[in-house]
């Protein structure tokens, strides 16, 4: 199992750049897949960036590729989500996730979530 803490999200305008982090207790962090999900009020929760244990596979959902990038730091226990040309659809509660594979993420361990807010 893996704690996750979430970064505090922010307010940025439309076009702007944000950069989420979570942190990760647990021995076990560099052996786990990592993820981040949204959910806007009222919403179904969706998936927006993956990357495997060792970095070497990313995915993304296609309405922010090109635009955000999903990175991790294993000696720190971070991972990342570096969201640029920010659009105010993006705007939503961002959670990420932990869990053995990239398939598993849903089932996995959660941070509590961060807000991220767009002006348009």
């Known amino acids: 199992q893996v704690q996750l803490v979430d970064s505090w999200g922010g307010l940025v305008q439309a076009g702007g750049s944000l950069r989420l982090s979570c942190v990760a207790s647990?021995?076990?962090?560099?052996?786990?897949?990592m993820g981040w999900f949204r959910q806007a009020s009222g919403k179904e929760r969706e998936f927006v960036a993956a990357?495997?244990?060792?970095?070497?596979?990313?995915v993304y959902a296609d309405s922010v590729k090109g635009r955000y990038t999903i990175s991790r730091d294993n000696a720190k226990k971070t991972v990342y989500l570096q969201m640029n040309r920010l659009k105010p659809e993006d705007r939503d509660v961002y959670y990420c996730a932990a869990d053995r594979t990239i398939a598993t993420l849903e089932s996995g361990d959660w941070g509590q979530g961060t807000q991220v807010t767009v002006s348009s």
């Open positions: 990357i495997s244990w060792s970095g070497g596979t990313t």
């Open positions: 647990g021995r076990t962090f560099s052996s786990y897949a």
